[in-house]
């Protein structure tokens, strides 16, 4: 369990690194208050999730560290990983570019809104941890899982998603950049991708997600899909 804790708070420590390494590098300054914004909310965030996992239910806390293309069991899921990752990180860096060259400029009230928008994801990351912790980083079914249709699951069938979508429309405002949505669509892009897939394995590896399918009809966002 130490030794958990230990990788925990070694990856908190790395995360203000590669924001500096994602954010500030491509804006070429310091001089870039949105960055210094979204840096603090993020990392807010993340330690407030991470100590929630920590303290009530470390299982799911390694299953959420166990992350990345190198950590998929599917083939098809390591691609997927590869080119989600890859879109996401544009995010910041499209964004910082975006600040460095003067190509957009966002209002402060919406780039209040899109730090407003990650705290939101991020509680409702707290919601679907809350409910399933079988919530794994990886498409993966562990013994004794069972499939979860309460709480968001009874909305969505993949609400963690939902709320990365939420996250992801955020971080572009919160850096004060337009054009950092072009990546955000890329990312979108890879997440259906994901899902479908996840749904493809689930369906044949978890008792009961084919009647739960019946039973959600909408994947990602209610009403629309």
Not at 110 to 129: H, K
Request: hydrophobic content about 50%.
């Amino acid at each position: 369990m130490s030794n958990l804790y230990l990788r925990a708070a070694g990856k908190l420590l790395q995360l203000p690194v590669v924001l500096a390494l994602f954010v500030f590098l491509p804006a070429g300054t310091f001089d870039y208050w949105e960055g210094w914004l979204f840096s603090a909310v993020f990392v807010a965030c993340s330690l407030a999730l991470t100590l929630y996992l920590a303290v009530n239910d470390p299982a799911l806390l390694e299953r959420r560290m166990n992350a990345g293309p190198g950590a998929e069991q599917e083939p098809t899921q390591k691609t997927i990983m590869i080119g989600t990752l890859a879109a996401l990180a544009a995010v910041p860096v499209l964004s910082g570019l975006d600040h460095r060259l003067g190509w957009s400029s966002v209002p402060t009230p919406a780039v209040i809104f899109g730090n407003i928008l990650i705290v939101l994801s991020n509680v409702g990351f707290y919601r679907v941890f809350r409910e399933n912790t079988y919530g794994a980083a990886t498409v993966q079914v562990v013994e004794g899982q069972s499939v979860i249709s309460t709480g968001p699951y009874a909305v969505v069938r993949h609400p963690m998603y939902s709320w990365a979508l939420v996250m992801m429309l955020g971080m572009p405002l919160a850096l004060g950049s337009w054009w950092g949505l072009l990546a955000v669509t890329t990312a979108v892009a890879g997440i259906v991708a994901r899902l479908l897939d996840e749904e493809r394995f689930l369906a044949g590896h978890l008792a009961g997600y084919p009647e739960y399918k019946r039973k959600v009809r909408y994947r990602l966002v209610p009403i629309v899909w």
